[in-house]
Nanobody, 121 residues
Framework: VQLQASGGGAVQPGGSLRLSCAASGRTLSGYAVGWFRQDPEKEREFVAAISQGGSRVNYADSVKGRFTISRDNARNTAFLQMDSLNPEDTAVYYC???????????????WGQGTQVTVSS
């Protein structure tokens, strides 16, 4: 499956963005989806994950209550709604697909190219 992440951009603190992860090649419904982010000076870190059917979601503590992961299997797309953004959320955001939702990067075999999110006043 090929993944295409989009929706990043520059916003002010307190703003919102909605990231999309569009799948092609195979139906996304056969995969769990995770979102990760990476600052150039840090390791890639877990943000959120959703199970194949969408019944189970997990969030990093740093984004809990502000970010919402969802998916629309009919559209072959997953989303990450990000609200109340702050400068610490600045990073390249990646979506990934794997057999089971996980906090671990090595559990995902397919990755999108990343989309930049910059939060600054």
């Amino acid at each position: 499956v090929q993944l295409q992440a989009s929706g990043g951009g520059a916003v002010q603190p307190g703003g919102s963005l909605r990231l999309s992860c569009a799948a092609s090649g195979r139906t996304l419904s056969g995969y769990a989806v995770g979102w990760f982010r990476q600052d150039p000076e840090k390791e890639r870190e877990f943000v959120a994950a959703i199970s194949q059917g969408g019944s189970r979601v997990n969030y990093a503590d740093s984004v809990k209550g502000r970010f919402t992961i969802s998916r629309d299997n009919a559209r072959n797309t997953a989303f990450l709604q990000m609200d109340s953004l702050n400068p610490e959320d600045t990073a390249v955001y990646y979506c990934a697909a794997g057999p089971r939702d996980s906090l671990l990067t090595n559990r995902y075999g397919y990755w999108g190219q990343g989309t930049q999110v910059t939060v600054s006043s």
